[in-house]
Structures are given as structure tokens and as C-alpha cells.
């Protein structure tokens, strides 16, 4: 009797662990379909919340950099090459701004600025200095020969701030997705149709919320709000530091402070993911206030939608006082 419990023991032993092995291995377990979902990776979170309302529903998204990192001192660690090896496809902005993507060896690898229609786009023309003072709507004051000249400049990549170029960018970014994932095609064109709708809304409320300041004078600490400027008409007088790579002089600075005077200039904006040392020195020596704009998004400010509303009433209520 005991033998025979012993081979009865034996036989449901090795049935039941078939039936373990054969339920880890079920084709349509949770983690089968987790793998067959469609994947993408994004450099930046303000790229990120453009990228995932299209893929919405049908891929997931992961974004390279966390809130308040700067892609100009971006080092990729590997866990982050391998998930952008793993991925159907990686979008980055531009090669001037976050260029480093391109060499991460992605099954496909996009960057945003190229599928911005040319007309949306700004190029910053050979002498920065020419072009500082922008006070326009759709065009500059100062440099209208050299605003879409591509070969003249270099290529301005902060074309999300222009809801309008995110506008244009929207149906080929879902052609994008559609050949990188066919089957997801008519999801990505839906969501697109959908996103293009509420960012023309969005356009026009920004359009009002800013109609009230458009002639109120400001600086900026870096060139990267070209494209906001032009869209709502606003008034920047000057840009502190033309160049990421030059400290602005001594005299430079104490010309930007007499010009901020002159001018009437009500505040210093300045992207809050860089220093703003020379900017904090024009503010101090004018007498202005340092206004921090938020031009990449991430944590606190998750949709794109939010965060151009968000850069918005920073501004209007800065230059409103």
C-alpha cells in the first residue's frame, strides 16, 4: 500500500507541475500581450505629451529625461539604450538640441523638427544680435529675410511653443506611427484628428489670455521663446545670453541693463531647467523681476496643453503688473 501512494504521489506531482508549465506558457497570459504592445521612447517630456495622445490606446510611451533635466548635458545610462533598442521606434526634437538620441541605435529613430512643416519653423539667423528684438505676429521686425532661410542659421528646435507648428506636426507624426506599427493605424490617425481639434483651441485661448500684454517689453535670459513670441505678438526686446556657449561681457551686461530702462522692459523671463546668472545680473541692475518659464515640462506639469497654459499666465501676470 505504501508503494502504490508513493507512485500515486509521483503521478499528480509531475501532473501538476505540467500544469504550472503549461499555464507560464499560455500565448494569451498577461505578459504575452504586455510584449506585444507597441512601445516608444521619447527624449523629452514636453515631446513625450505630444507623442502620447497619439499613440494613446494602442502603444505606451517612456521619456528618456525626468523633470528638470536639460538634454544640452544629457548623458544616456544604459538601462536607457536598452529600452530604446526594445522600442518600435524613438522621436527626440531635434539634432541641435537633443542630437545625442540619433546614436542610440533605435530600430527607428525621428526627429520632431523635420516633420514641422517649413513654414512653421525658425532659424536663427548668423549674427544673433540682429535678431534679438522680436515684435511681430507670423513675422519678425527685425530679421523677415532670414526667418525661414534654413541655410543662413541654425535651425531653432523650441518649435512646441508655437501650438500651431504642434498643430502641423500632428498628421505626419501619426504617419509615422502607422508605419512603424501598421496595425495600430487607425487608432493613431483618430487620436491625431482629435489632438489637432484641441490644440486649436487651445491656440485661441492663448490667443486672448495674451492680447492684453502684447506691448508690454521683455527680456529673455536664453533665445529659446522665438516661437511663442511670434505666434502671440509679444514684445521681447532683447535676449541676455545670444549663445549657450558665451557668457555675455561686462559691457554687455551694463548695455542690456541701460536698454532694459530705456525700453521699459517689466520683467526677465528665463528657462527654469538652466542658470541665469547674466539675466540675474541685467535684473538686478534694472530693477526687474526674474520670471521662471517652464519650456520642457515634466512632473508637475504633465500634458502639453497644461504647460503652455501654464507659460502663459506666467507671463501675462508678469507683464500685467
Known sequence: MTRTWWIAYV??????????AGCENEPDSAA???TTQPHYVVTLPVLASIVAPVAEG??????VLSAGDSPHTFEPRPSTVRAVRQSQALFYGADVLDGWAANMQAPRSHALLDLVPPQYVHTFPQDRHASESTRASGADTTHDDTAHNHSTGTLDPHFWLDPQAV????????????TADPEGCNTYQSNAEALTDSLQALHHELEE?????????????????????RRYGLSQVAVVETSPAHEPSARRIHQLTQRAQAANVRAIVYQRQLPATAAQAVAEGAGLPM???????????????????HN????RDALAE
Open 11 to 20: 503521478v499528480a506531482s509531475v501532473w501538476m507541475m505540467g500544469l504550472v
Open 32 to 34: 504575452s500581450r504586455a
Open 58 to 63: 494602442r502603444a505606451t510611451t517612456r521619456t
Open 167 to 178: 498643430r502641423a506636426l500632428v498628421p505626419p507624426l501619426a504617419d509615422t506611427l502607422c
Open 209 to 229: 489670455m495674451l492680447a492684453p500684454v502684447q506691448d508690454r517689453p521683455f527680456m529673455a535670459s536664453q533665445p529659446f521663446l522665438h516661437y511663442f513670441v
Open 291 to 309: 520670471v521662471a518659464l517652464d519650456p520642457l515640462g515634466g512632473a508637475d506639469i504633465d500634458t502639453y496643453m497644461a504647460l503652455m497654459r
Open 312 to 315: 502663459a499666465r506666467m507671463l
